[in-house]
């Protein structure tokens, strides 16, 4: 399942008995939406292709006192609409939850405007949101049923492709931490922290080396987790692994975690380059072309 | 409702006392100000704007997109006894509430504003969400002529001319004038009845500083039954002459004693 039909399947659920609850989209669907627009016509809203005036209207829903969803494909809903999102949802404090689909290279057939790989980097910066990358099904429904019961202004960074199941599951426990650690730590070990797609090939190394390595899935990195870094300070270092470009990924969200906590283990950061990728291939190729391959986050690992 | 020398005397008292209030903290933008204050007065003191007197909050709801001249509301809201005397006072003390752009913590304050473009999608927001939830409020959205530049504004008046928002008046107050000079010379607008009822808007035109025009205006307004946009043709810095059709005083201008003299002899 995608984490989109995953995470509307909840809103539909609590639609049943809750009817305050509002979701637009910028002419992008999911075959769970036309169930939605199907069982709650009154609680959808075509916005058009206009991502800027569908967070104002965002933002009037909220002020009337209901829980608005918002949707549309990453680079648009995130950058397009970020001011707007900054005065409805930020300023203004509003339950306005934004379903971002499609982050990274998730786009890979379309282009560089339609990637989003600088989208972390201006919601994390944005005072009073929570930002959430999920890497499977089971994390977006926890995510979902928790914005549900508690609204907030709140970005969800869902892929594009569907994302196989983590095994052991993220559990409500897992969930309130914001991450969950995977293996046993010990100074001998090197620490992957990753989120979303990325996430499986730092699971997959770890997988095939648990006794090298641990692997963190960080899938809500606003706030940050504060309990992390003395719980995996004790690792011989961190690679942190994103699908996004090089100023103000996960990396800088890590280091900032770390560092105020006085705590400054080594960390590298494995990341897409510092410019706009044109190159044709598929996402696997591009991310493997760009330094985000299997054999580059061992490369750095190794350095550690 | 009162007689038009009683609010033509309201609209007088309110510039008054916030040229007074702008003179102390040297700040704010007096002439966006004085240009929609006949408005905010027929809204407010005629009724359209509905009032429990009980609670002392207004039922419906009026945006001030244009937030750099939000601040007008102040006098009207201590009137009406929704804003506390004390915070009136204390505008330009390092503690104050009261700042030259509004926001939601200040009460009868509709809407964080400031930026602009954002308030007519904000307002098809509540519209729609008042209609779908079956409340009978209304939504008044006051923009600036300068905001017809953004385009989230054209965005948002398609979305609230499908959704038939037929509580959702949207007033453009026009006085010609943007920081850097003319509309019609920096980049023109008009003809700007044309662009908006080539949406399928309807339009109505007033004399923005007449108030038995507005308060008509209005009525045709709320009897149309459809939404509707009403272009308020005013002058920047309405009722004080070294101010009038000056775009300097878009924003605080430094005075001689004897413009001080001569400001408060106008607006006396």
């Given at each position: ?8 399947k909840e809103i539909i ?292 | ?105 200040i009460p009868g304050i ?109 009525e045709t307004s709320k ?46």
């Amino acid at each position: 399942m995608l984490q989109r039909d995953a995470f509307i399947k909840e809103i539909i659920k609590k639609l049943n008995n809750d009817k305050n609850i509002f979701f637009l989209s910028a002419d992008f669907g999911a075959a769970a939406l036309d169930d939605l627009r199907e069982l709650f016509p009154n609680n959808f809203l075509h916005c058009g292709i206009s991502e800027q005036a569908m967070l104002d209207i965002a933002s009037g829903l909220a002020l009337d006192g209901n829980k608005v969803f918002v949707y549309a494909m990453a680079p648009f809903l995130s950058l397009r609409a970020i001011e707007q999102t900054k005065c409805g949802a930020g300023l203004m404090n509003l339950p306005i939850c934004l379903l971002s689909v499609g982050i990274g290279l998730g786009y890979a057939d379309a282009g560089p405007t339609h990637y989003s790989t600088e989208d972390f980097a201006c919601f994390r910066a944005i005072i009073g949101s929570s930002v959430y990358t999920p890497a499977d099904v089971p994390s977006t429904k926890l995510i979902a049923k928790d914005i549900l019961e508690n609204p907030k202004f709140s970005y969800i960074r869902l892929d594009r492709d569907v994302l196989p199941n983590i095994y052991p599951e993220i559990t409500h426990s897992d969930f309130n931490n914001g991450y969950k650690v995977f293996g046993k730590i010990d100074n001998k070990k090197t620490a992957f922290i990753s989120h979303g797609r990325m996430f499986h090939r730092c699971f997959e190394l770890y997988n095939k080396e648990p006794n090298k390595f641990i692997c963190v899935d960080i899938f809500r990195s606003k706030p940050f987790p504060k309990d992390l870094p003395k719980k995996i300070s004790s690792c011989k270092g961190i690679v942190v692994v994103d699908e996004q470009s090089p100023s103000g990924n996960l990396s800088s969200c890590i280091f900032e975690g770390f560092s105020q906590q006085n705590l400054f283990p080594k960390i590298i950061s494995k990341s897409l380059p510092e410019k706009y990728i044109f190159d044709n291939g598929g996402r696997d190729y591009l991310l493997n072309k760009f330094g985000l391959s299997n054999i580059d986050i061992i490369a750095a690992a190794k350095q550690i | 409702m009162k007689r038009i020398n009683d609010l033509e005397n309201l609209a007088k008292k309110y510039r008054r006392e916030l040229f007074e209030k702008l003179l102390v903290i040297k700040q704010g933008h007096l002439g966006s100000i004085f240009s929609m204050m006949e408005i905010i007065v027929a809204l407010y003191h005629c009724g359209f704007v509905e009032f429990d007197e009980k609670k002392k909050e207004f039922l419906d709801k009026v945006l001030i997109s244009k937030g750099h001249a939000a601040a007008a509301l102040y006098p009207l809201l201590k009137d009406f006894g929704v804003l506390p005397k004390k915070e009136w006072d204390n505008w330009g003390h390092t503690n104050s509430l009261l700042r030259v752009f509004t926001n939601t913590s200040i009460p009868g304050i509709d809407v964080t504003s400031g930026s602009l473009g954002h308030c007519v999608g904000v307002g098809a927001g509540m519209a729609i969400s008042f209609k779908r939830t079956e409340k009978n409020k209304r939504v008044f959205v006051i923009i600036s002529e300068g905001e017809l530049y953004e385009g989230s504004i054209w965005e948002a008046l398609l979305f609230a001319k499908h959704h038939k928002l037929d509580n959702l008046t949207i007033i453009i107050d026009i006085n010609s004038l943007i920081i850097l000079g003319k509309t019609s010379d920096c980049l023109n607008l008009d003809p700007i009845k044309d662009k908006i009822t080539g949406l399928g808007i309807s339009v109505l035109e007033v004399d923005g500083h007449n108030l038995n025009d507005l308060i008509s205006t209005f009525e045709t307004s709320k009897k149309l039954g459809e939404i509707n946009c009403i272009l308020a043709k005013t002058v920047k810095g309405k009722g004080c002459k070294l101010m009038e059709n000056e775009k300097r005083w878009h924003y605080y201008n430094l005075m001689s004693e004897d413009e001080i003299k001569q400001a408060r002899k106008e607006l006396s």
